[in-house]
């Protein structure tokens, strides 16, 4: 899909433009659907009910799971530790961003309990111009430690009783009112059970199937802001911008963590129109080195097929103090 389409200004290409915009909003059937809910919640069983449904549709769109099983990664393994676990949303989030470039309805099915880890989603949805929901598997902890119990009687991979006490206690609920929340179908598998022509799910598949209209346009789709659509003559530059940025950022990290003497950071302000950094403990300047290096790296992979890097030292500056901040605040 190409959103730089705009920049071309002769008469003879400009009907080329005409033409391949309205294909994109009259056709449109990517979406990005995130399944969220409390560990053993039914969701890969929602997952796998709303893909059964959508293929029952007309035309019938492709449909794309993505879940941990995937990469065989194991419940208990993934979910060990915080390093581990953000490496599984790292993983699962370069998936995604992969998997939006092509023509199908992708759903992530994981816990994506975290609120920061949904707008990640969100956005890497706005940037490739596509709709996008939250299905919430809403069941009450008993009914899920049950079903983990008997999950693990049966002899099936089930969460360690630490680990789902941990994931249950960290869970934080989508609300529609957040845009990365929005449009959002509840589910009640625990109080309704699971099935595929319940009103929630059936909502889904209307929202997800629904044709565009191209004037009215009436179902939401994501627009990419401005900046996603900006071409990209300029990427070396941005590179250079995000590279000195992101080396004030740190410089300036190292700085207010010798003034705190090494304690942690909360709520410090690193320049106006800076997020403040929060960090819970202190960071080695190799792991600061480090993570910066991850940064950009995963900017510059993300831009090849999502949002452009940013243009400017203030924007490359926020986005690495919120990556810090989700990385190694305590959240
Ligand atoms: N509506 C339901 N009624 C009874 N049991 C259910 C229901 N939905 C799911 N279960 C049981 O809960 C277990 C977990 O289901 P499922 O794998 O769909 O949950 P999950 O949220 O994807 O789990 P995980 O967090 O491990 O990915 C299964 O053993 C299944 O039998």
């Not at 053993?40 to 492709?62: F, M, V």
């Not at 206690?169 to 959002?184: H, M, Y």
Request: one cysteine or more; hydrophobic letters at 35%.
């Amino acid at each position: 899909m190409s959103f730089n389409l705009v920049v071309l200004n002769m008469p003879c290409r400009v009907r080329k433009v005409e033409i391949e915009m309205s294909t994109l909003f009259e056709t449109e059937e990517m979406a990005l659907v995130v399944i969220c809910g409390q560990p053993c919640s039914g969701k890969s069983t929602a997952a796998a009910c709303l893909a059964e449904a959508l293929k029952q549709t007309e035309p019938e769109p492709s449909v794309r799971t993505i879940d941990e099983t995937s990469f065989h990664l194991s419940r208990n393994q993934s979910y060990a530790n915080m390093t581990e676990e953000k490496n599984l949303r790292g993983v699962l989030r370069s998936e995604v961003d992969r998997s939006l470039s092509k023509d199908s309805i992708v759903i992530v099915d994981s816990l994506n309990s975290i609120k920061g880890y949904r707008y990640e989603l969100w956005c890497l949805a706005r940037a490739a111009g596509i709709r996008y929901c939250v299905v919430h598997c809403d069941v009450d902890e008993q009914s899920c430690k049950t079903w983990n119990i008997e999950r693990r009687e049966r002899g099936e991979p089930s969460y360690d009783d630490t680990i789902f006490e941990d994931l249950v206690r960290r869970f934080e609920r989508p609300d529609s009112k957040n845009r990365w929340d929005s449009p959002l179908f509840e589910l009640w598998p625990a109080k309704e059970g699971l099935d595929k022509s319940s009103a929630a799910m059936v909502d889904a598949v209307t929202y997800l199937t629904k044709k565009v209209d191209s004037k009215t346009r009436d179902v939401k789709i994501l627009q990419p802001t401005i900046a996603t659509q900006t071409a990209r003559g300029s990427e070396a530059n941005s590179l250079y911008e995000m590279d000195r940025a992101t080396q004030e950022i740190t410089n300036a990290i190292v700085e207010a963590q010798s003034r705190a003497l090494g304690g942690p950071l909360n709520c410090v302000s690193l320049g106006p129109g800076i997020p403040t950094i929060d960090i819970s403990r202190s960071v080695s300047l190799p792991e600061l080195r480090r993570l910066r290096r991850t940064f950009i790296k995963l900017a510059g992979q993300t831009s090849l097929s999502g949002p452009p890097l940013p243009s400017d030292a203030d924007s490359a500056k926020r986005m690495f103090v919120d990556y810090l901040n989700r990385e190694l605040g305590s959240g």
